[in-house]
């Protein structure tokens, strides 16, 4: 069982055991999440998929707050690293790793990744999470790409964090055939509504999942559900 709080944009705090995994922190600048208090999240991990604002914006916070660990690609750890977060580990794409809560897989996507001073933020990624309970894809920002089906073909995917607003990654037509590539009918749905450019139909939404033969989950910010 894997507990799941979304905390607005594509960020969300998973729970795995007795570890706490945060990914793409994005909280204190978005006034839709303005009663979700970042001083108060209790973190083990802080994983990063790229370099964007809209992805890192309370990483050094939550890092240092909670002295936890932050995953990201070499370029992103090591600029993290250099504002004096302590614990980091860099990855880049098709390696793995194995953490206290399970292992990691760093995946291609389809972006850009500059972080918020203009520095490279390498390529940017996704992350394969397996663990003694499950296994699930969180995308990070990304078009649909072919690359998605080794994901599909090495693992038993439960569940898929995917980007759904359109414009800036894909939307929901595309979320959708990501989904049957990493071969799972569970999408948990993010990078939707934060900003005009990705405000989406909902409803339009759910109905082509709901076609498709595909569970769309959207969760309020704050709300947590088990999976
Ligand atoms: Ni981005
Ligand atoms: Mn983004």
Same mark, same amino acid.
């Given at each position: 069982?894997?507990?799941?709080?979304?905390?607005?944009?594509?960020?969300?705090?998973?729970?795995?055991?007795?570890?706490?995994?945060?990914?793409?922190?994005?909280?204190?600048?978005?006034?839709?999440?303005?009663?979700?208090?970042?001083?108060?999240?209790?973190?083990?991990?802080?994983?990063?998929?790229?370099?964007?604002?809209?992805?890192?914006?309370?990483?050094?916070?939550?890092?240092?707050?909670?002295?936890?660990?932050?995953?990201?690609?070499?370029?992103?750890?090591?600029?993290?690293?250099?504002?004096?977060?302590?614990?980091?580990?860099?990855?880049?794409?098709?390696?793995?790793?194995?953490?206290?809560?399970?292992?990691?897989?760093?995946?291609?996507?389809?972006?850009?990744?500059?972080?918020?001073?203009?520095?490279?933020?390498?390529?940017?990624?996704?992350?394969?999470?397996?663990?003694?309970?499950?296994?699930?894809?969180?995308?990070?920002?990304?078009?649909?790409?072919?690359?998605?089906?080794?994901?599909?073909?090495?693992? $038993? =995917?439960?569940?898929?964090?995917?980007?759904?607003?359109?414009?800036?990654?894909?939307?929901?037509? @595309? +979320?959708? !055939? %990501? &989904?049957?590539?990493?071969?799972?009918? $569970? =999408?948990?749905?993010?990078?939707?509504?934060?900003?005009?450019?990705?405000?989406?139909?909902?409803? @339009? +939404?759910? !109905? %082509? &999942?709901?076609?498709?033969?595909?569970?769309? =989950?959207?969760?309020?910010?704050?709300?947590?559900?088990?999976?």
């Amino acid at each position: 069982m894997t507990e799941i709080t979304y905390y607005g944009h594509s960020s969300f705090l998973v729970k795995i055991g007795d570890k706490q995994i945060v990914f793409d922190p994005f909280i204190s600048p978005n006034t839709k999440a303005s009663h979700i208090d970042v001083s108060k999240i209790i973190a083990d991990y802080v994983l990063l998929s790229h370099g964007h604002e809209d992805h890192v914006a309370d990483a050094e916070a939550i890092v240092k707050n909670n002295n936890a660990m932050l995953v990201s690609n070499y370029e992103i750890a090591v600029w993290f690293a250099e504002k004096g977060v302590e614990k980091y580990h860099p990855m880049n794409h098709g390696g793995s790793k194995t953490f206290d809560f399970g292992k990691v897989k760093y995946v291609n996507a389809v972006h850009s990744s500059t972080l918020p001073d203009g520095a490279s933020g390498g390529n940017p990624g996704g992350f394969v999470i397996k663990h003694a309970h499950g296994c699930f894809y969180y995308a990070g920002d990304t078009a649909l790409t072919y690359d998605m089906k080794l994901i599909g073909e090495e693992f $038993k =995917i439960d569940f898929a964090f995917l980007p759904i607003g359109d414009n800036f990654t894909m939307g929901i037509h @595309d +979320a959708i !055939k %990501a &989904a049957d590539f990493v071969g799972t009918k $569970k =999408i948990i749905a993010m990078h939707f509504d934060t900003f005009p450019y990705i405000e989406i139909d909902l409803e @339009d +939404a759910k !109905k %082509a &999942a709901t076609k498709a033969g595909k569970e769309l =989950i959207l969760l309020n910010i704050g709300e947590s559900i088990t999976l």
